[in-house]
């Protein structure tokens, strides 16, 4: 089993303009959404490497779809029937200085069936970003993932409050 992969994307839809929405399924358990990022942040060493970055640094992002029309935005909803959404403004996220990334993910080597609308926005890069206590390949004890959730809250949170629900508006 190869597990999850991320790689910079070439093709698909790569240019967003300020005025465009980024969805994102909303995660009502923020130290699931903690935990998945610390997990994470060790897949991007190709797209940090295409970046000019060391590739044994560590990401922490958040994953994005930016729908470029009414069908491809219909058919995201009914692939994730039932998710609840949050969104943000490419041009909100950009005044803010956050980094909006084209990648493609696969899980044990398939695609994502949405990757050519799918952009990860950046909360974090740089080396030792996940702290031992959430570190995937050592977990610490309770007392050590709690504060090592609170390291990474403070780095990803404040890209996090950059999106709403989608039902209440921009």
Request: without cysteine.
């Amino acid at each position: 089993m190869q597990g999850p992969s991320v790689r910079w994307r070439d093709e698909g839809r790569l240019l967003l303009e300020d005025n465009d929405t980024l969805l994102r399924f909303h995660v009502a358990d923020h130290n699931n959404l903690l935990n998945k990022a610390a997990s994470d942040a060790d897949l991007y060493g190709s797209v940090l490497e295409h970046l000019g970055h060391d590739p044994e640094w560590e990401a922490l992002v958040l994953s994005t779809y930016a729908p470029d029309s009414s069908e491809e935005q219909r058919e995201l909803r009914e692939a994730w029937l039932g998710r609840q959404f949050v969104v943000a403004r490419v041009g909100g996220l950009r005044e803010h200085d956050v980094a909006i990334w084209p990648t493609a993910t696969f899980i044990d080597g398939v695609p994502d069936p949405f990757n050519h609308i799918h952009f990860d926005v950046v909360a974090a890069v740089g080396p030792d970003l996940v702290p031992s206590g959430l570190h995937p390949q050592n977990r610490g004890n309770k007392r050590e993932r709690r504060e090592a959730r609170q390291q990474l809250a403070a780095l990803i949170d404040p890209v996090l409050d950059l999106f709403t629900d989608e039902r209440q508006g921009r």
